[in-house]
């Protein structure tokens, strides 16, 4: 039993537990990641516009879904707990600082594809500033939030996801190989760690004791 | 000599709180809103008896809000600290800090 009076680890393990203890998050960047694979391919065939909207629709769906899948898995195996204000604030300020570097990443993606930043090889070498920036962005995002809640899978994570860009770029095989490895080996992950979580948490009545 | 013991903030904690179960409950209950009686299971490490006999008397002593309902045919039960807990489990805190920091 943990009888420690300190605060911010027993926040940082009840946010933990909530959040990420399920790995539906895992399973779903996973998901996201092989289904980002088809993305070259789906290009061609629908053009970009079309490709762009389908993709916003299927990832929103795959979201949707592993948010009703976390409904009904937490409640009875984990249990039901609300954060006061200042965790909500927090969570709040994450989001916008995610919000606004994901914007920032795409606005490079789009600005780059017209090509407004011609003159970036004498510092960038081969990488476009899109690739490079994109890594950067992630490796911030994935790496704060592993950092953020000790999630520690996260900063590999991390890793996979930014390593995708460089070695699209890199490697001569087909563009969605990367996406295809990375998004393997977060949904392999990912599944085993669901496995043991729902082994470990298995649904609770109140009166009933876990293992 | 008396006065050293008037003096000594270990010579009275609050006893509700002093106890390890009760103040490992108070401590998970401090840093959320409220949280139902698994969430804590799970966090404590405290079996579902225990864990109603504890919250129960910190429930007698103002410091805990329990509230009960039913929800699939089933009891559910959130805790919740009451602004006494919470003034309760900062002089607690600040009492062994005060004992545990002094050099």
Request: proline share 4%; with cysteine.
């Amino acid at each position: 039993m943990n009888t420690r009076i300190d605060l911010k680890s027993s926040e940082k393990a009840s946010y933990k537990l909530a959040t990420f203890a399920d790995c539906t998050a895992d399973l779903m960047v996973g998901l996201s990641l092989l289904l980002l694979d088809l993305f070259p391919l789906t290009r061609a065939a629908l053009g970009a516009t079309c490709n762009a909207l389908f993709f916003l629709v299927v990832l929103n769906a795959i979201a949707f879904v592993f948010s009703w899948v976390r409904k009904k898995l937490g409640p009875s195996r984990i249990g039901v707990v609300k954060f006061g204000a200042l965790v909500k604030k927090r969570v709040w300020i994450s989001g916008l600082i995610t919000a606004a570097l994901s914007a920032g990443m795409i606005l490079i993606w789009i600005l780059s594809s017209r090509g407004q930043f011609p003159n970036t090889s004498a510092w960038l070498g081969d990488y476009s500033i899109e690739i490079v920036v994109s890594v950067i962005v992630l490796m911030i995002l994935v790496g704060g939030l592993a950092y953020t809640f000790g999630v520690q899978r996260y900063y590999l994570f991390g890793i996979l996801i930014a390593a995708c860009f460089p070695l699209q770029q890199l490697l001569p095989v087909y563009e969605g190989t990367p996406f295809l490895a990375a998004g393997g080996i977060i949904t392999l992950c990912g599944s085993v760690i669901l496995a043991g979580f729902l082994k470990e948490y298995p649904p609770l009545d109140e009166g009933q004791e876990g293992n | 000599m008396n006065d050293e013991i008037t003096n000594n903030p270990l010579a009275d904690p609050d006893q509700i709180i002093h106890a390890p179960a009760r103040l490992n409950i108070m401590t998970q209950l401090y840093v959320v809103e409220s949280a139902d009686y698994i969430f804590l299971k799970n966090l404590t490490g405290l079996t579902g008896g225990n864990l109603s006999a504890h919250a129960a008397k910190l429930g007698e002593a103002g410091y805990l809000e329990i509230e009960k309902s039913i929800v699939n045919k089933k009891t559910h039960t959130v805790a919740k600290l009451t602004k006494a807990g919470r003034k309760a489990f900062e002089a607690y805190r600040g009492k062994m800090m005060e004992v545990l920091e002094k050099k």
